[in-house]
């Protein structure tokens, strides 16, 4: 332990990378953190590797392979100290107890690599905020407003750019209600929790039948459920990376051979394909890119997001949703569409890293 508080105090600069996480995309976590970990350059940075128990929540310092994180198998008593946040703004940093005495680790800046509830939607960044620990990537309030789908389509909305129409459902519903609101945005519709990501929780409802137990799914995984008018055409998403200056990867496309976008599609592409850049026109590109830049900015975004549209058989754009830790391992889309841009996976992890640090 010694040894390794030495190292950390040296000139390089040290940035806790945080994984896992009390949500259900921790499988997720761990992906996308082994890929950015392994793209960091050690000769200026010395990463902190912090994993948050999937259950409890408890934060520890990794010490071990990270080879382990990607198989899932880095909580071990030997490679984890217990750590714990320190809200004293002159350590900037967390504790740890060596024996039985509290030593503390100062951090110059994070980066969660959380993917969910209690990671992308503004609570860690809060904590990091409270700590004095500069984050990479979105803050608080921007964390939150992407996570909640139905505030940041009001805000998006209401800032002219189109978004599917949409009502929300609260846990104490009456069923009469619920059919009258689906009646009038028509089948099908999409019904999904408020606050979630990797599709966990949503359903393609196609006729009134499947309705309620959607909305009961839904509201396994998020207090209020979201029903969404269904949009025609193909989904899209941008790659914007930056804060003051913005850079913007090519865009991407979904392809779909059926139902829609699900977890197991998501991680598996069976049935469906991602196109980089995607098939559409160099005008059609360019007015994607323009909108994703315009919701980033709309929605307070900072560091990296990705920006998710859809893309109408008429050519028009409607906002579905913000990523703002997206997938980062070397085949997500993220930085896929950065490199087809021309920036490579460890340049995109190199510009993060420099961001606040
Ligand atoms: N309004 C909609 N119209 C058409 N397809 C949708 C709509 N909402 C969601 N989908 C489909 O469901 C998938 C997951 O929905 P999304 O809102 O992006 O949730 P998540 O945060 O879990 O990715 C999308 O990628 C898309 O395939
Ligand atoms: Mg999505």
Known sequence: MKELKGTIQGIKKTVAVFFGGCSTEYEVSLQSAYSVIKGIDMERYTPILIGIDRKSGQWFWYHGDVERIKEGRWQTKEDCTPVFPSVDRTVHGFCYLDQTDLQTVSLDAALPVLHGKNGEDGTIQGILDLMGVPVIGCGLLASALCMDKDLAHRIVGGCGIRVPESVAVQEDFSEEELFLKAQRLGYPLFVKPVRSGSSFGITKVLKAEQLLAAVHTA???????????????????????????????????IELSEGFFDYTEKYTLKTSKIHVPARISSEQAKKIKETAVRIYRLLGCSGFARVDMFLTPDGEIYFNEVNTIPGFTSHSRYPNMLKAAGMSFEEVIGRLMDMEV
């Open 219 to 253: 509201l396994e995984h998020d207090s209020t459920a979201l029903l969404e008018q269904m949009v025609d055409g193909f989904e899209v998403g941008c790659a914007v990376l930056g804060t003051k200056e913005l850079l913007v990867g090519e865009v991407d496309e």
